[in-house]
């Protein structure tokens, strides 16, 4: 008898990736779980905002029509889903998803699962009342200097709640702010019946989790090392991870997919968004990255084993987000001769401009895309036969009426500046508001007592 | 490529400055205002050489007007460096400007970085700059 293996596939890896990857992982072979990572840091503010619209969004919307695409098969072979696509509002997204199943005729078969409670904007004012100070992780600011201006904020929750609507029978389990690799975690440990107090075996999920949930970035997406080797990009082979009952686990893909799972593409992906590597903190304990062993195993398999890790911290991160001010970028492109000097001088005559009309901004930033971009200084002295330089100019202010009128102001420089130009067929740019993301740490003692698993009726 | 003979104790084998992208490939992401940037070795056997040369001076050097502070860590199990380069993001997430304002690309900053490496391994790997 073989032992046994769970194999947690990852399906998205952000809002917004790869829409056949969830289709191709239910039918390309056999996987247990499908894990879908929907939320970015300032994902739960943009769905706060469509909730204040409407009150039936706020939850990631194309999970719904994709649920519709892959339920049939997910019924079929048993397959288990786990999605944070509810984004703040994970009940209008699970009653979405229950329509879905009804209209296919699934809805006895297949149960949906809700965990919620992880939204504390309607307590925030009685958390900071009760001396919760919530303040920003990175500047040590003080949340009352924002409280006005604060358009979500939600708790990370851990894979608890998950396990227990798993437990109840659900087959597609639907959240708020559950973590990335909570989605991953709380399948390993309801399969194998861990110990949530065997932090080896959290460090193992957790790490399981942080592997597969950005998708094929594990898997040969954006893979540098030796990329032109990488083949077969049109259809990308996501991830999945084959976990055992000892903590070690195999990740790999689909047979007859494109892509590369090798020690190289994994560690790219470890790597990914690290910060100290010996304490990769998740609301359900702290990995050891440091302690991670890889080994090529077979044809796009890797090993990962030898995972330590370290109890739980007493605190659980919170994803605020707040208003800030608009901002706005204008491009426009400078042909050769002398395309980096044309740029240039057009940049001058645009900051006089600006400086003319009496504008305010926070900032204004100057890039020469096919200059200085994206490595500033370090790219060295522009090439003066360049066949074109793009310049890029962003500003931010407080100010509404100061970025839309510096909107105004790029397509003037076409008649009005340096010769040679072109590249303004996209028309005016865009004002944008600006959304910020702000950190903080409460009490998970404020937390996990308002988090709630619910089973859906049929 | 300029000559960075170095004698120490005599005895030392001559070395010449060869970037980064020689000898390791490179990832890195943003938390808030700060990028990191994961250095792994591209064969295990060049990964004490990154140890060695890659230092914590060297990197801050590099990145000098670009970043306000720089923290490293090492990762023998992956033959990886992990370098935080804070507040290299012009305010980062959804404030920063730049077109990298997720630091989506300074790995590739760090692999233009110079290092000393051994004549003989540098003319193997790079044999014609």
Redesign the interface.
């Known amino acids: 008898m073989t032992a046994k293996t769970v194999r947690v596939a990852a399906g998205q890896g952000f809002w917004g990736d790869w829409l056949e990857a969830p289709v191709r992982q239910v039918k390309g072979g056999p996987i247990d779980y499908l894990m879908m990572d929907y939320l970015a ?2 994902t739960m503010s943009i769905m706060q905002k469509q909730k204040s619209r409407d009150p039936r969004y706020g939850y990631a919307r194309d999970f719904v029509p994709l649920m519709e695409r892959i339920l049939p098969d997910i019924a079929a072979k048993g397959i288990k889903v786990t999605s944070n696509a509810g984004g703040v509002n994970p009940r209008a997204c699970a009653e979405a998803v229950r329509e879905v199943a009804r209209k296919l005729g699934l809805s006895a078969k297949v149960k949906i699962g809700l965990v919620s409670g992880d939204d504390i904007l309607p307590r925030l004012d009685e958390l900071l009342a009760k001396g919760h100070e919530l303040r920003d ?2 500047t040590g600011r003080l949340l009352t200097d924002v409280r006005d201006k604060v358009l979500s904020a939600n708790a990370y929750l851990g894979m608890a709640p998950m396990v227990e609507a798993l437990r109840r029978g659900a087959q597609v389990v639907i959240t708020g702010r559950v973590t990335d690799t909570g989605l991953t975690l709380g399948p390993l440990f309801h399969e194998f019946g861990w110990d949530v107090n065997d932090w080896d075996k959290v460090a193992a999920g957790t790490v399981a989790g942080h592997i597969i949930e950005c998708g094929a970035q594990s898997s040969g997406g ?1 893979l ?2 030796n990329w032109r080797k990488v083949k077969g990009l049109e259809n990308p082979g996501f991830p999945i991870a084959e976990a055992s009952a000892d903590g070690t686990f195999i990740v790999t893909k689909h047979p007859n997919t494109g892509g590369v799972v090798n020690v ?1 593409s994994v ?12 304490t990769y903190i998740t609301p359900d304990g702290v990995a050891d ?6 080994a090529q195993a077979g044809k796009d398999r890797v090993r990962v084993s ?1 995972i330590r890790g370290r109890e739980k911290t007493d605190k659980l991160k919170v994803s605020i987000a707040y208003f ?1 001010g608009y ?1 706005a ?1 204008g491009t426009l492109v400078y042909s050769w001769p002398e395309a980096y000097e044309k740029a240039k001088a057009a940049d001058r005559i645009l900051r006089a401009r600006l400086k003319d009309l009496g504008l305010e901004f926070e ?1 204004i ?1 100057t ?1 020469f ?1 096919g200059v200085d ?6 790219a060295g002295p522009a090439d003066p036969e360049a066949p074109e330089v793009q310049l ?1 100019v ?3 202010s407080k100010d509404k009426a100061a970025v839309e009128r510096f909107t105004r102001e790029i397509a003037p420089l076409v008649l009005t500046g340096p010769p040679s130009v072109t590249g303004f067929a996209g028309g005016r740019p865009e004002v944008q508001e ?4 702000w ?1 903080a740490l409460i009490d998970r003692t404020e937390i996990e007592p308002f988090v709630q698993v619910e089973v859906l009726d049929a | 490529m300029p000559d960075a003979r170095k004698s120490r104790g005599g005895a030392a084998p001559a070395t010449r400055l060869l970037q980064l992208r020689y000898l390791a490939h490179a990832r890195s992401g943003d938390k808030g205002d700060t990028a990191n940037v994961g250095l792994v070795a591209l064969e295990p056997e060049y990964y004490p050489l990154l140890v060695k040369e890659v230092t914590l001076a060297r990197v801050t050097r590099h990145f000098k007007g670009m970043v306000k502070g720089v923290e490293r860590f090492e990762l023998p199990n992956l033959k990886a460096l992990n370098f935080l380069l804070h507040g290299a993001l012009d305010g980062g997430g959804t404030i920063s400007l730049k077109t990298d304002a997720q630091g989506k690309v300074y790995s590739t900053a760090l692999l233009r970085m110079e290092i000393p490496v051994p004549v003989a391994l540098a003319r193997r790997l790079a044999p014609r700059s």
């Open positions: 840091e300032v992780l990175d954006n540098l090392k190289a560690t790219e992906q470890l790597v990914y968004e690290m910060g100290d590597p010996h990255f440091t302690s991670i062993q890889l030898g800030y901002k970028v900032q930033l890039e895309v971009s994206t490595h500033g200084p370090l890029r962003g500003v931010r600006v959304v910020a993301y950190p």
